[in-house]
Nanobody, 123 residues
Framework: VQLQASGGGMVQAGGSLRVSCAASGRTFSMHAIGWFRQAPGKEREFVCGIDRSGGTSDYADSVSGRFTISRDNAKNAVYLQMDSLKPEDTGVYYC?????????????????WGQGTLVTVSS
């Protein structure tokens, strides 16, 4: 599975942005997906995850209620809708795929990574 994230950009605090992750390969639907982010000088952190069917998802406390993850297995795509953005949401956002049903919050659990897309939230 190859992943490519897109849709990042610059937005003011309080604004919204949707980032996408396009996947290639016929086994996309067999993989759980996680979104991670990395701010300058910080470790990569879990943002949210979705199971391979798209029926279950979970969020880090810092984004719960503001971000929504979804997937379309027919289109081999995963989306992250980000609302009420804050300056602390700034970072490079990565999508990652893990073969199996459920996502994990630990980055090293994932088998494939996209190249990342930069999200900058200005105050």
């Amino acid at each position: 599975v190859q992943l490519q994230a897109s849709g990042g950009g610059m937005v003011q605090a309080g604004g919204s942005l949707r980032v996408s992750c396009a996947a290639s390969g016929r086994t996309f639907s067999m993989h759980a997906i996680g979104w991670f982010r990395q701010a300058p000088g910080k470790e990569r952190e879990f943002v949210c995850g979705i199971d391979r069917s798209g029926g279950t998802s979970d969020y880090a406390d810092s984004v719960s209620g503001r971000f929504t993850i979804s997937r379309d297995n027919a289109k081999n795509a995963v989306y992250l809708q980000m609302d009420s953005l804050k300056p602390e949401d700034t970072g490079v956002y990565y999508c990652a795929a893990k073969y199996g049903i459920a996502w994990f919050i630990v980055p090293k659990s994932y088998d494939y990574w996209g190249q990342g897309t930069l999200v900058t939230v200005s105050s």
